[in-house]
């Protein structure tokens, strides 16, 4: 039974049957208040998403959000943190030392023992629950619904798991082997990159694509905003909450977080204004996202001049990188890859060059040989080896879960071409994203198909039939919503 009293500063005093010890309040508020930022981004990467779409798409992935954060807590729960986090891992995954959190309370975490393990593993599972959300954008407006509860708790487990396990976890190999990662370049970034590039291979191209059918604008452009923001603001807790303390170390990561940000945002605003001579706010907010990808594994690690170049490498690379889709024909609808997956490699590759001893050792606890600054050559080696292993190892096993549920017809996420055409959140929800769309101009009964089908938002009129039947309809993985 643990017992617990305070001493004279007010820090918390704790003892049990194996040991004693003291936490700081400040550390655990800090750390409690940035749980509260990072779940703020998961409805964030919602929007971001929703409004990037057609409006008969909309709902959908805003409710995914929220499916995310309820699936991944209960699997966080059942055990995930287990896996991820035990201290009796191996070098790859942990064991169920902790399952449904037995056991897991006032003990010093894994992670620092500046707070204790209750509050590490809440503060985790915002972590284990964006990664997914993040990914599941690569279905937008192809894919059902259901499966991909299960799909997210499979993936959690099989992929996330075992990334978070070995970048993170004192026994992890890439932790033992000295990688630099502060807050997720790998785990989170990189794993939901390639496992959207999986997807999107997985599901194929939507229908018309490579017609001027797709070539569609944001349908709410405020709602990419929107996401922005709760993105952008919750990273703050994302960065600088990684510090599990309220130090000098947490403000630096807050500092070069924001300022990666700006930069990565101007930067590709500025590259897309070359091309359409448009200040285009969504091409903004594209950029500020994979400067905060970028900046993510550094955060702990760079000081603010090295920031700067992160987000301009990030607005640079990840824009152009959106042009890997058309060369080699993927339909990844969000540029997931392009910007997390990419973004991510950047922020790990900038790490091993920039990272810093003396910014890690701001916390006054953390030693490390630093980056290429530091003449640490073997450090950019290490962050290769990462990026590499994290990149491989979610994409192949996200094809293979993608490809077993295919094995069990309801488990299979690919939608028909019905659905298509009426808009996931209609047929799979039964709800629409804003009351006063009109629905004749969204659809057409379906006698009038032949005619024609009206796809919806502010895309031209589609041209195809269901009836003539399309390279979607002879696919084997597209299957009725009663199968």
């Not at 057609?54 to 896996?83: D, E």
């Not at 919750?234 to 130090?247: D, I, P, Q, R, V």
């Not at 549920?405 to 659905?419: A, G, K, Q, S, V």
Request: aromatic share 14%; glycine share 12%.
């Amino acid at each position: 039974m643990v017992n617990v009293t305070y001493d004279a500063s007010g820090d918390i005093e704790w003892s049990n049957a194996t040991g004693s010890g003291v936490f700081n309040l400040g550390d655990i508020a800090w750390t409690l208040a940035s749980t509260a930022l990072v779940w703020i981004m998961i409805p964030g990467v919602g929007f971001f998403y929703s409004g990037l779409l057609r409006r008969k798409n909309a709902l959908s992935m805003i409710y995914l959000s929220m499916m995310t954060v309820a699936m991944v807590s209960f699997q966080w729960f059942f055990w995930g943190y287990s896996l991820a986090f035990s201290d009796t891992a191996n070098q790859y995954i942990g064991d169920l030392k902790y399952f449904a959190l037995r056991n897991v309370l006032e003990q010093p975490s894994i992670g620092s023992n500046r707070v204790p393990a209750i509050v590490f593993c809440v503060f985790q599972l915002m972590f284990a629950a964006i990664t997914p959300m993040i990914a599941i954008g690569a279905v937008a407006e192809r894919s059902r619904l259901g499966p991909l509860m299960v799909f997210v708790f499979i993936w959690s487990t099989l992929v996330y798991d075992p990334i978070a396990c070995w970048t993170w976890n004192t026994n992890g190999w890439s932790y033992v082997l000295g990688g630099l990662d502060f807050a997720g370049g790998t785990p989170v970034h990189i794993s939901s990159g390639s496992a959207a590039l999986a997807i999107s291979l997985y599901l194929g191209k939507r229908r018309g694509y490579g017609t001027e059918r797709l070539a569609y604008k944001p349908h709410n452009t405020t709602y990419v905003v929107l996401g922005t923001v709760f993105l952008w603001f919750g990273w703050f807790g994302f960065n600088g909450g990684s510090a599990l303390s309220a130090n000098l170390r947490a403000t630096e990561a807050c500092i070069v977080t924001n300022l990666a940000a700006s930069v990565g945002g101007l930067t590709w605003m500025l590259w897309d204004y070359r091309l359409e001579r448009k200040w285009s706010v969504v091409g903004f907010c594209s950029g500020a996202i994979a400067g905060l990808v970028a900046i993510t594994p550094g955060s702990g690690f760079v000081g603010a001049p090295a920031s700067v170049l992160f987000g301009f490498m990030a607005g640079t690379v990840c824009n152009f990188a959106t042009q890997l889709k058309f060369l080699f024909k993927y339909d990844d609808t969000l540029d997931i890859f392009a910007s997390h997956a990419i973004g991510g490699i950047v922020g790990n590759i900038l790490t091993g060059l920039f990272a810093q001893a003396s910014i890690a050792g701001a916390d006054g606890i953390t030693s490390i040989p630093g980056g290429w600054l530091d003449h640490n050559y073997r450090q950019l080696g290490i962050q290769l080896a990462d990026s590499v292993s994290g990149l491989s190892y979610s994409f192949v096993m996200t094809t293979i879960i993608l490809w077993a549920m295919h094995l069990i017809p309801w488990f299979r996420l690919r939608c028909d071409e019905e659905t298509e055409i009426i808009g996931v959140d209609d047929v799979e929800m039964g709800e629409f994203a804003y009351d006063y769309v009109g629905i004749e101009s969204e659809l057409m009964p379906q006698s009038e198909y032949n005619n024609g089908a009206s796809g919806g938002g502010r895309e031209p009129q589609h041209t195809g039939t269901v009836s003539q039947g399309s390279d979607h309809e002879k696919d084997p993985r597209v299957v009725s919503s009663g199968a």
